[in-house]
């Protein structure tokens, strides 16, 4: 390959990377933004200033504020459902498989707090339209199927997989939706410092095991 092509190789692959770095500027901003007032609420002119691009720029790569929406929620959710999937059902017991998948909800969520609040917006703004479409629901598939076998080897009582699966997650997530409510039963702590983080991680797993326990 001669020099000049070998330029332009380099040149392109710069681009790109320049590209794929401004991309995800703009998810990072405006996931914060979705996280602070839903898509209806949410301004892609606020999206841009913060990201430092023009609006121009943002409808460029994605076209419009429902596309870039949907764009944020599937960066977020694809990374939980291959971290949940990768659990190794079968070489770990039931119980087993349900802590840790359990541990993995509370980590993810006190690392990225924009999450809860943006699904909790997308269920009353959006009725759980974009929620069905980047395939949110199957990420309940591998907790489901945790329960189903924990019942079929009687490690765990009869239940409502669908339910309990949906109650489970509810019991780790609330705590980061409405951190802002309930911070006022704790005056002067801090909902995300380590100790509280540790807490509500140590309960949520206690009533957990102790309401599927067979």
């Known amino acids: 390959m001669s020099g000049p092509a070998k330029g332009a190789v380099s040149k392109s692959r710069q681009q790109s990377r320049d590209a794929d770095a401004t991309k995800a500027r703009i998810l990072d901003a405006a996931e914060e933004e979705f996280a602070r007032n839903g898509l209806l609420g949410a301004r892609t002119e606020d999206i841009a200033a913060k990201t430092g691009v023009t609006k121009a720029m943002i409808y460029y790569y994605y076209h ?89 080897t009687k490690v765990f009582r009869k239940l409502d997989p669908t339910h309990t699966a949906v109650n489970i997650v509810g019991l780790c997530v609330f705590y980061f939706c409405a ?30 095991v102790a309401g599927v326990r067979a």
């Open 64 to 152: 419009s504020k429902e596309n870039l929406y949907q764009a944020v929620l599937e960066r977020a959710l694809v990374s939980r459902i291959r971290q949940a999937q990768e659990i190794n059902i079968d070489s770990l017991g039931a119980l087993e498989a349900l802590k840790t998948l359990v541990i993995q909800i509370v980590d993810n969520s006190s690392k990225n707090t924009n999450l809860p609040k943006i699904m909790l917006y997308e269920a009353i703004q959006n009725k759980g339209k974009y929620y069905k479409e980047v395939g949110a629901v199957s990420w309940y598939g591998v907790l489901i199927k945790i329960l189903e076998r924990g019942m079929a």
């Open 179 to 208: 951190r802002e409510n309930i911070k006022h039963l704790w005056p002067g702590q801090n909902l995300l410092g380590e100790e509280m983080l540790e807490q509500h991680k140590q309960d949520a797993l206690d009533f957990i």
